[in-house]
């Protein structure tokens, strides 16, 4: 039933206008595969490709072994839930979930059996004589997902589905969605550009700049591991510290920080004495440490957030660091003014090469064919 | 949407192609064959000579003049008289407004050859009111033939076009601009030419050039009430069925001159108003407000006035529908007689003009919604074209769309003079803009998706329009096809070109009727036709649930 997705050196411009210049990407079967990027990326042009929206100027899609690049869209067998929902304001719930059914050669049981089974699984069955004006965003969103799935696509497309509902909301359903894509088992790309969103709900996430993907890989993978400074930066908070390699030992290599402050960081790929690097440091990846241990640092601000704590702490370089805690394990909670003293959690820490912002931790990759 | 590699020849290539043969066959060729005839002599050979023929001919020459002054005259009262009245119908509360709005749009879209002769019956030389004061007062008003008459009837029958526009431009002032400028100082009528009027300029000139469009290619008035007034239709159609034989070569000559005038007035209006768009956002809509006193009770006879003038020939005329008639005399007393005459004399105009109507009212609502798509959802080549065919029909006058049509197909390859047919194209081409305009500006406001979402659950391109889009469209195409219905049933210039005794419609026989004096028939006929448009109208107002129509 569900496909696997096969994206290969695919090309699309607008006019003169390349956006996605070289792309290449292999969705499992089965997956809920997350497309993650800044605003005008390329995420929406890309799926539209896959749906068949958007021509391909050059490279292949296939499902499978089938390239789809000239199968013309309601050939393509997939389902589509939009950022708008689309729902036919013309129709009635049941009207506009039986749509794409009654196209098939079903009787009729088949298709009001699969109707009503649908309609629980997204809980909208209560709804189901309403017209579409009368729904609250978070049941359009439901019926919108219903008639795309009800067909039993092989594939699943959804562009920011979510972002027109409020904050609660969209927790629920973003929920819900994991919860039906899971049970259906279909292969689902789903766009996005809240990274949140894309932790929680994706098996693997893609992150884009500017039509080319940089990292493909599980959230904790994206998150803990990135492959370049782009994905660092775009995943979650990081400060940034310049550095220069003192030596190697064994498997440590000792960097000082622009600030004078010595680390060991374990697991990097071979450096040389002299060589300069960017250490980034998420705001979690601190620890309060005594004078002897730690990094000095003034308290800039302090924002108390019941179960975290937020610090603004300067350490003397250009930029002020964020440093979160848990309010839970700390035993003082500083105040602005304050002098503090910071190790930074080398296992989780990230160094990139200073040009060409790449990883120089060893093992992590950009998984991009 | 000629097919670049990998896109196939689909619906919608289909529809292009569709386009580009309707509007070849049925306005292309004609418009060429027409500006060709103006060249010609009668020998086929190239020549200027009908145009030397026009401009060295008084007679000529004072139609085209006569046109412009009473079309430019009527146009400056129009606005004259529209833009207070919008003025004052949005800006204060009116008592009855809602049915002097529908009254409005009755005056409007009633056909304007039926004031020509209503006014006729009411202040002509033998006229009801003529006759009653020069009998029982012995006062002899001045006659309303000619200049005066034409001018009377145009701005009674087109001011509503401006006071629609006006009204609608007013309503999406922002009321806090008002107030902005009464805070800057601005009061009453400073604050109205100061704030109010630049802002909604535009629209009334929009609304204007539509006037003097329809005004400068009406037949009908000038034909009925001109009485040696003449004016270009009048010239055109006289040249077109004149003793001396038909003369297509002088007549398309006139047509080309018309055109052009009409062209350049709609280009103008274009140019003007693309170097002063201001687009208004509407966070605060104007409220009527009550006035109290004298400039309450002036506000009130203002509105009423021009609006019982306005339908004053209309209500003459379905009262003497009703007066019994001996021959073509007027007699005493009042019956059914009339329309029993009517229906056994004249019931197949009827069932003709039903039945062409109804043919192309639906050809409209399936072409104009299509077009409507490819000129909002298909950028290219053939949408662009489509774009400004669509809109020609506004500047061909019906008589001339008449004459081409006839120039075009009465001899092989395609010969359709004298069917029913060559009506109906008549009809579909000068009455689909309505609908396409209509339908293209709903298409704008819903998201391409629902197209897209259809696709993605596997219906084509057709199957997606006609069970989707379509649909949702409907308000909007409703919106443009009642007034492409209401204006078909209405139609009198092109149909006066194009039918035979076969092919006669309503409008038709009302204006034989009135040429031979059969008053009374031709009041039956046209009760019948105004029936017929205000239970259309009001049907249109009850499944749309709107209150007003859109221009
Ligand atoms: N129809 C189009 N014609 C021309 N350029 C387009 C078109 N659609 C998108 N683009 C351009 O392609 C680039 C990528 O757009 P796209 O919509 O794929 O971005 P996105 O990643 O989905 O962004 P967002 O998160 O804002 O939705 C943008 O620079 C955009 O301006
Ligand atoms: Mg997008």
Redesign the pocket.
């Known amino acids: 039933m569900a496909v696997s997705i096969n994206i290969q050196n695919v090309k699309k411009q607008?006019?003169d206008?390349v956006?996605i210049r070289d792309l290449s990407a292999h969705i499992q079967s089965g997956e809920l595969f997350t497309l993650l990027?800044?605003?005008?990326?390329?995420?929406?042009?890309?799926l539209r490709m896959i749906a068949g929206f958007n021509s391909i100027e050059a490279g292949t899609i296939s499902f499978d072994d089938r390239v789809i690049n000239n199968i013309p869209v309601y050939q393509r067998n997939f389902g589509m839930v939009f950022q708008n929902y689309a729902i036919f304001p013309n129709m009635t719930v049941y009207r506009n979930i039986e749509y794409g059914l009654k196209n098939k050669k079903l009787s009729k049981q088949e298709i009001a059996q699969r109707v009503e089974a649908i309609m629980e699984t997204v809980q909208i069955a209560p709804y189901k004589d309403r017209y579409p004006e009368k729904l609250s965003g978070g049941q359009q969103q439901r019926v919108a997902l219903a008639r795309a799935i009800v067909v039993q696509p092989q594939v699943l497309l959804m562009?920011?589905p979510l972002s027109n509902l409020d904050a609660k909301l969209r927790l629920e359903m973003r929920e819900a969605i994991r919860q039906i894509q899971k049970d259906v088992g279909i292969t689902t790309v789903y766009?996005t550009?809240d990274q949140e969103e894309a932790l929680a709900i994706s098996d693997r996430i893609a992150v884009?700049n500017r039509?080319d993907i940089q990292q493909i890989d599980e959230p904790e993978h994206i998150y803990q591991r990135p492959y370049n400074t782009f994905v660092a930066d775009f995943i979650g908070h990081s400060n940034h510290f310049a550095g220069e390699v003192r030596g190697v030992e064994g498997s440590l290599t000792h960097i000082v920080l622009e600030n004078g402050h010595p680390i060991a960081m374990p697991g990097l790929m071979p450096l040389k004495q002299g060589d300069r690097v960017q250490v980034f440091v998420r705001p979690e990846e601190f620890t309060f440490a005594s004078k002897e241990q730690g990094m000095e640092g003034k308290v800039l601000v302090k924002l108390f957030l019941g179960r975290y704590i937020n610090y603004r702490i300067d350490f003397g370089g250009p930029q002020a660091a964020e440093v979160t805690v848990d309010a839970t394990t700390v035993d003082r909670i500083h105040d602005a003014g304050d002098s503090v003293y910071l190790t930074v959690n080398t296992r989780r820490a990230n160094v990139f090469h200073p040009d060409t912002g790449v990883t120089l931790v060893e093992g992590v990759v950009s998984n991009v064919p | 949407m000629f097919p670049k590699k990998g896109v196939r020849f689909d619906f919608w290539s289909f529809v292009s192609l569709l386009s580009l043969v309707v509007f070849g066959l049925f306005l292309i060729i004609p418009v060429g064959q027409m500006v060709v005839y103006a060249f010609q002599n009668a020998d086929g050979g190239f020549t200027v000579e009908n145009f030397i023929k026009f401009f060295s001919r008084p007679y000529y020459v004072r139609s085209m003049t006569n046109s412009i002054v009473v079309v430019l005259s009527a146009t400056l009262l129009v606005i004259a008289i529209g833009v207070p009245l919008a003025y004052i119908t949005s800006t204060f509360q009116i008592k009855g407004r809602r049915l002097m709005d529908i009254l409005i749009i009755i005056s409007m879209l009633s056909p304007p050859f039926l004031g020509a002769y209503s006014w006729i019956l009411m202040l002509g030389r033998n006229g009801a009111i003529t006759t009653f004061l020069r009998d029982s007062m012995g006062i002899r008003i001045p006659s309303i033939y000619g200049f005066g008459g034409i001018l009377l009837v145009f701005v009674l029958k087109l001011y509503p076009y401006i006071y629609m526009y006006t009204k609608g431009a007013l309503k999406k002032v922002d009321a806090s601009l008002g107030e902005a400028a009464e805070s800057l100082g601005y009061h009453g009528i400073r604050k109205v030419l100061n704030v109010s009027l630049p802002l909604v300029m535009p629209t009334i000139l929009a609304g204007a050039t539509i006037v003097f469009l329809r005004a400068f290619a009406d037949y009908g008035t000038p034909r009925l009430i001109g009485e040696g007034y003449n004016t270009l239709p009048v010239i055109i159609y006289q040249e077109w069925v004149s003793e001396t034989g038909t003369n297509a070569y002088f007549a398309s000559a006139v047509a080309l001159i018309m055109m052009v005038i009409a062209a350049l007035v709609f280009l103008a209006q274009k140019w003007i108003s693309s170097r002063r768009s201001t687009t208004m956002s509407m966070l605060n809509p104007p409220k009527p407000k009550q006035l109290r006193g004298l400039p309450n009770v002036l506000a009130h006879v203002y509105v009423y006035l021009i609006v019982l003038l306005s339908t004053l020939p209309q209500i003459y005329i379905i009262i003497i529908s009703f007066r019994n008639t001996k021959g073509l005399m007027w007699a005493d007393g009042y019956g059914f007689g009339n329309y029993v005459t009517t229906f056994t004399r004249s019931l197949s105009s009827i069932i003709n003009t039903f039945q062409y109507a109804i043919i192309a009212i639906l050809i409209i609502v399936v072409l104009g919604t299509l077009f409507a798509y490819l000129t909002v959802r298909k950028k290219n080549l053939v949408s662009r074209f489509l774009d400004v065919f669509i809109m020609f029909p506004y500047v061909i006058p019906g008589t001339i769309f008449g004459l081409i049509l006839l120039m075009t197909f009465n001899r092989p390859p395609l010969i359709l003079s004298g069917t029913a047919a060559i009506i109906i194209v008549s009809y579909v081409i000068r009455r689909m803009p309505y609908t396409v305009r209509s339908s293209a500006a709903i298409l704008r406001q819903i998201s391409p998706s629902i197209d897209e979402a259809s696709a993605s659950l596997g219906y084509g391109a057709m199957s997606t329009f006609f069970n989707v889009t379509m649909p949702v469209m409907a308000a909007g195409i409703l919106s443009g096809a009642i007034l492409s219905w209401i204006t078909i049933i209405n139609e009198l210039s092109s149909t006066l070109m194009l039918y035979t005794g076969k092919t006669q419609t309503m409008t038709v026989t009302i204006f034989q009727e009135i040429s031979r004096g059969g008053y009374g028939t031709a009041a039956a006929l046209s009760t019948i036709l105004t029936v017929t448009m205000i239970v259309s109208l009001l049907l249109f107002f009850k499944l749309t649930n709107s209150e007003d129509i859109d221009l």
């Open positions: 607008y006019d206008n956006v990027g800044p605003s005008g990326c390329g995420k929406t042009t890309l562009d920011e766009v550009h884009m039509g």
